[in-house]
């Protein structure tokens, strides 16, 4: 029965990733057969966004579990279980018209507590990547480590803004036109036709997803 | 979409299916006939999770901010079978693998992999949807990440798989990763976060070597004829490179005349 019923949401699955495949690459022309694939593609923006509730609940009853349990770390538990409440409150009593204003109390709290740490962090990584690239070299010196320690250098020193220095900041500007822009270009290159292949497995259900 | 990109992309498609099913075929009959190169990474995979389930300690499997629905849906499918391979090995351990993900639409795709993983072993007792773990990103996935580095500590985890979306954020994993002295295996599909898991990570995969799991891991036929696929496209977008530019290099050498020699072979001009 779990196969029939694994095979049966695999033909579901490939039925509605060919028709959507076509009708897009019909484009509008095809009239109704691309607007039914505009569709499909809303159902899965809503299916998408439901999916968000499936997250809250997730996160609730990990952090419960984790204070009912008294693990290590719980009291930050209790701390995201009480924001969460808090906020959700917040922002009914904000829908329900009790409390008001512009900016509204729930996005002043966004605003001056989570994007104020994430800036604060933003910095932190800049910090780790030179820890990062100083440990690498201690690790293992390689060819590859010491031509990523020379280009490093020489980008950072080419960016400096001193007299006498235009040298290096051609050749700063060189590498980031030349090697660097044709490195990245083989990387999205290569991750492109990986994920045709990808998308082709899908459709022709080999892929493990389809699986019970 | 013009006609033009839509016969290239339909003809591409094609070539993909038609070599994926052929090749796998070939393989099912004999196995040995396409010989995978050594990645480092893949090698070291099995060798982490034994690790993690001799020091009963969790192996962490993150997806990122890779999501189902949007730019980033088959890389999403491609970490997920890579992490099953890692999570079917992990299964026998006392402490349940993790699996964190930033994206909801990541998360029904996530019980699905852990459930599978625990099913093959024949362990489906054993499954706890706390396995996985839903920490929502914030404007930059620095939320994220920071989630991580304290979750890093408190689960007591042995080593890490990063594979998936990550930015710049990916430095803040695995330098706390690093302290601890978890082992780590990173790539991602945005440049940024590739470039920190290659200078970060003890054992960086590199573009598309992240779409071959299942095949290094798995090794099942349908897995390898899909790297046969991506050979047959990688060799067709160099020749599409190479042969516009011998044509430019023969033309400012001869003076023009070598596209016109080309054009009367093929029967023009």
Do not use: C
């Not at chain 1, 904000?94 to 512009?102: A, D, F, Q």
């Amino acid at each position: 029965m779990r196969r029939l019923n694994a095979a049966a949401a695999a033909a579901v699955a490939i039925g509605f990733g060919l028709f959507t495949l076509v009708g897009l690459l019909s484009g509008p022309e095809s009239g109704l057969f691309y607007a039914l694939t505009t569709v499909l593609l809303q159902v899965a923006a809503v299916t998408a966004a439901a999916s968000i509730l499936i997250g809250i609940l997730n996160l609730l009853s990990v952090h419960w579990t984790r204070l009912k349990d008294r693990r290590k770390g719980w009291g930050y538990s209790l701390l995201l279980l009480l924001s969460t409440l808090l906020v959700l409150a917040l922002v009914a009593l904000e829908r329900l018209g009790v409390v008001g204003g512009s900016p509204t109390p729930s996005s002043i709290l966004f605003e001056s507590v989570q994007v104020s740490i994430e800036s604060a962090l933003a910095g932190v990584v800049f910090f780790a990547l030179v820890y990062g690239a100083y440990r690498m070299m201690r690790r293992r010196v390689s060819g590859a480590g010491i031509l990523f320690t020379v280009v490093l250098l020489a980008l950072l020193l080419g960016s400096l803004p001193l007299p006498g220095l235009g040298l290096l900041a051609s050749v700063r500007d060189w590498l980031a036109a030349v090697p660097v822009s044709a490195g990245a270009r083989g990387i999205l290159l290569g991750i492109a036709l990986a994920t045709v292949v990808t998308g082709v497995r899908v459709l022709i259900g080999q892929d493990r997803s389809y699986r019970e | 979409m013009d006609s033009t990109s839509q016969i290239l992309a339909i003809l591409i498609l094609l070539l993909a299916m038609v070599v994926s099913v052929v090749v796998a075929q070939f393989i099912r009959r004999r196995p040995n006939l396409y010989a995978l190169r050594p990645i480092e990474a893949y090698q070291a995979l099995p060798q982490m999770v034994g690790e993690a389930i001799e020091a009963n300690q969790p192996m962490h499997f993150s997806l990122g901010s890779a999501s189902l629905g949007g730019e980033n849906t088959l890389l999403t499918l491609a970490s997920a079978e890579l992490f099953y391979q890692g999570m079917e090995r992990a299964a026998i351990s006392a402490a349940p693998p993790l699996l964190t993900v930033s994206d909801p639409t990541a998360i029904p795709l996530g019980y699905t992999m852990l459930r599978q993983a625990y099913r093959s072993r024949d362990l489906l007792g054993r499954y706890r949807s706390s396995s996985l773990r839903w920490y929502p990103a914030g404007p930059r996935s620095l939320a994220f990440a920071a989630a991580l580095t304290a979750m890093l500590g408190d689960d007591r985890v042995a080593n890490n798989v990063l594979v998936g979306s990550f930015g710049p954020e990916l430095a803040l994993i695995t330098d706390a990763a690093v302290r601890r002295n978890q082992g780590v295996l990173a790539a991602s599909d945005q440049l940024q976060g590739q470039a920190v898991a290659f200078v970060m990570a003890d054992q960086p995969l590199i573009g598309e070597e992240l779409f071959a799991g299942g095949a290094y891991l798995g090794g099942s036929p349908t897995h390898i004829a899909g790297l046969v696929a991506t050979d047959v496209l990688r060799w067709l977008v160099i020749l599409a490179m190479l042969i516009p530019t011998a044509v430019a290099v023969g033309d400012a050498v001869l003076d023009g005349r070598f596209s016109q020699a080309i054009a009367r072979l093929l029967g023009g001009g």
